[in-house]
């Protein structure tokens, strides 16, 4: 496998800077690892479509690709549209070996980077009057919810401020005003926003209007995008393939 192409495969969104912000974050990858093939592919919405990024490896010679799904968590995504592509890539091409790597999530590097990014945004960890919302994009799959709200729990154990909750752009409660309501209660008087997500677009930006609807000049943390502990995850990622057949739940064999 030492070989085989890294395909990276994120959502997609209509928002260019959803996609410039992939694009940044795998010319890390690509920086830390110039020995390796690192393909940048799209689930939807965004080019190239990862369909047609497997058919050119195939058609470039490789005998297999690893994908690298740049999700955070074990949502529909991860679960259904992932293991379908790499099947159908199989069944077009017979001899050619799509294996998936795990979600990035969960995985303490994510926690940490979305920490940094808050601190970087001005964030002061000894502030008691500060409520802290992670918001996350909100899925209909609970331990993907799960997963935001045990990492804001644990910011709350962790730092010295009024709380520190999750809250979700959709299909998962609480929403950005039941948190702010939530962190009133334990006596915030200001408010910032951590970011749960990998790029800026349409459920970032339902976010950040929320926070400005509900509070007065909130601190807004910047998505994890490039960071560095983003770049190790991804090729950590991908490395443990060669010791663990694919990772990813429902994946074809």
Known sequence: MSDAPLVAVAHGSRDPRSAAAIHALLNAVRAERPDLDVRTAFLDLSDPRVEDVLDAVHDHGH??????????????????????????????????????????GPDQRLAGAARDRLLQAGVDSDDPELGVILAGAGSSYAPANRLVSEVAARWERENSWAGAVAAFAAAAEPDVPAAVRTLRERGARRFAIGSWFLAPGLLPDRVIGHAHDQVRDPTIAEPMADHPRLVELVLQRYTDVDRTEDLLPGSPR
């Open 63 to 104: 005998s297999e690709a690893v994908i690298v799904p740049l999700l955070l968590g074990h949502a529909f995504h991860a679960r259904v549209d992932v293991p379908r592509v790499a099947s159908e890539a199989e069944r077009r091409h017979p001899g050619f070996r799509v294996r998936t790597a795990g979600v990035l």
